[in-house]
């Protein structure tokens, strides 16, 4: 039966849901819910139907109006099955279509003008059978053009098995999917010419191969990430970098006086890096904040100002609402993300891509080393334009071109982290400090460890201790100390004192094994490096070590509860 519409539907991990595989069928649309209006149940899963169960509707995002219309509906006698705020959109579009005779594109669109929030919609009728209505505003969107088929999606990683043509939905846009082809127009009906982008990542890319985890494989492909990032960019004789993203504003770059960083989560304490190495290399003013802050907050700015915004997915919410406030205020815009053609990489007025490749693993492990190593190059390529000299700037990117080797001798250390973590992943806490380039390591090593394997870590600069923290200290809590021989190891060793007399297991992740090792219950020996380097060499055992702790404790770290690889709603 053609018209029949099957409805499969599960709560928890997205091999609960049984799919009857004996289905015929050549259209369907599907979705994970991120819960935000009603409890984690069978009933409030997607996709959501109307009173008939004719209009089936899958949605990401938030309708902020529901209530009112939801209201509304009931009292024309509408029958709701779940406490979603998505339902109201198949009783609306059932409403118009019974009450004004309306086809299914002209009653989705009357409902999409009733919207008002966020959503990325998809939707499918049992009466016009082979069509997918879609829309858009403000959550990711796109669509994948294939031979003889098409495919809708949030992210272009879900489609990269099946084409490598894209298609992204702006905001205030529908498109018409159906078996022959698509279109896409506004919310008004005006047709809109759309531009494909070609998405170079292969299928290899996106398996996992004979790797148990997405996050294992990903941290052991960060020598050739940083391959990619540096790939074309660097003319190591004269001491240059070239962006070719950047080339048309070259003049407003070379303006740039002062820079404000956002990103949320891993992307933000990349940003903290950013700081450090843009300071010392470029000598930009750099101010770093967390998207969700920055978008609602006061800030002094002029013509000079540049936000640079940081992003795997290039669809965080915060992120993207950052970058359109500072382009409202009428500021530079600038992006560092991975993914090509996102939301984030369309909206700034210039950018540069990671090109890590596709980051499945919801922890960002690959991605974080690549926005490392883009910082490094930028500060180079704004530090040349200001006071950076040739040679300074030829040691820094001679050593960055060695640090793939460098890691993968790292590796070497695989066997050793594992046994720390079996040895420490019961313990219910954890401490991490560093200090300068390395401080923001602490705070990325204790996300780590928390965002896979629920252990709770704190991170700290080591001159914070004496400050607070050192009142949480006793022989229950293991402390990770990133310290390699660099200009503040003499401080990092006296805060080390400071925990070892207080009772703390110090666990030290440090390049010099032969002074102080006593102090050290365990410790990772890593290669040594430059210091405005060392970041991209000291975060990678701690990844391993969060990695190994979630296996200990049977997490499945690749997607770590509560999470999602790309938090599209704010
Ligand atoms: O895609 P984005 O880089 O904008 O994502 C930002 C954060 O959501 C992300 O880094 C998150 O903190 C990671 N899951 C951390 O591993």
């Known amino acids: 039966n053609l018209r029949k519409i099957n409805v499969f539907k599960t709560i928890g991990a997205i091999d ?7 289905i015929e069928g050549n259209f369907g649309i599907g979705h994970t819910r991120w819960a935000t209006h009603g409890k984690v149940s069978v009933p409030n899963a997607h996709p959501h139907f109307d009173c008939q169960k004719n209009i089936f509707v899958v949605h990401n995002g938030i309708i902020e109006n529901y ?11 509408h029958k709701f099955h779940s406490e979603t705020d998505t339902e109201i959109i198949a009783h609306l579009i059932e409403e118009f279509q019974t009450k004004e005779k309306l086809t299914l594109e002209e009653a989705a669109r009357k409902t999409f003008k009733l919207l008002s929030g966020t959503y990325a919609l998809a939707i499918i009728s049992r009466k016009e059978p082979f069509k997918i209505i879609v829309a858009k505003n403000s959550s990711p969107l796109l669509l994948g053009i294939g031979k003889d088929e098409f495919f809708v999606a949030s992210d272009a990683t879900a489609l990269i098995s099946y084409t490598k043509n894209i298609v992204y939905l702006g905001d205030k846009e529908f498109g018409i999917l159906t078996p022959e082809n698509y279109r896409v127009a506004t919310i008004d009906a005006v047709p809109v010419a759309k531009t494909e982008y070609k998405i170079n990542w292969q299928v290899k890319d996106s398996s996992k191969r004979k790797f148990k985890h997405y996050m294992l494989k990903e941290i052991l492909e960060t020598p050739n990430t940083i391959e990619n990032a540096i790939r074309g960019r660097i003319v190591l004789k004269d001491g240059i970098v070239k962006f070719g ?21 891993t992307a933000y304490y990349a940003g903290l890096i950013g700081k450090y190495l843009l300071e010392e290399l470029s000598d930009i003013e750099v101010e770093v904040e967390q998207s969700s802050e920055f978008r609602y907050r006061k800030f002094v700015y002029d013509k000079k100002t540049a936000v640079l915004a940081i992003s795997q997915s290039g669809e965080t919410a915060d992120t993207l609402a950052a970058i359109k406030e500072a382009k409202r205020k009428g500021l530079l815009t600038l992006g560092i993300v991975n993914v090509v053609g996102s939301s984030i990489a369309r909206e700034v007025n210039a950018g540069i891509y990671n090109h890590a490749g596709p980051e499945i693993s919801v922890a960002s492990t690959k991605n974080f080393i690549s926005q490392l190593v883009i910082l490094t190059l930028l500060s ?7 006071k950076l000299t040739r040679n300074q700037a030829i040691e820094i990117l001679k050593e960055l071109t060695n640090l793939p080797k460098k890691i993968n001798l790292l590796f070497n250390q695989i066997i050793n982290i594992k046994k720390i973590a079996k040895k420490y992943y019961q313990y219910p806490n954890f401490i991490f400090i560093g200090r300068k380039y390395n401080y923001p390591i602490a705070l990325e090593g204790a996300l780590k460890l928390k965002e896979v394997s629920y252990i709770h870590a704190e991170g700290f600069g080591g001159g914070e201790l004496k400050h607070g923290p050192l009142a949480l200290i006793d022989e229950k809590m293991p402390v990770i100390a990133i310290a390699p021989k660099n200009d503040v190891y003499s401080k990092m060793i006296s805060n080390i004192e400071e925990l070892k007399s207080r009772g703390a297991k110090i666990i030290g992740v440090i390049t010099d094994k032969t002074s102080y090792q006593k102090l050290f219950n365990d410790f990772i020996l890593i290669p040594k490096t430059l210091p405005v380097l060392e970041p991209i060499l000291t975060v990678i055992p701690l990844q391993l070590f969060a990695y190994f702790c979630a296996v200990f404790k049977k997490l499945n770290p690749d997607k770590p509860r509560n999470l999602a690889k790309s938090v599209t709603v704010e």
């Open 16 to 22: 609960n849901l049984k799919l009857n595989t004996n």
């Open 380 to 386: 180079i390529f704004l530090g040349r334009q200001r």
């Open 67 to 77: 209530a009112e219309i939801k209201k509304w509906l009931q009292m024309l006698g």
């Open 245 to 265: 993203g950047l080339e048309q504003l070259n003049k407003k770059i070379k303006n740039i006086r002062n820079i404000i960083v956002v990103g949320c989560g």
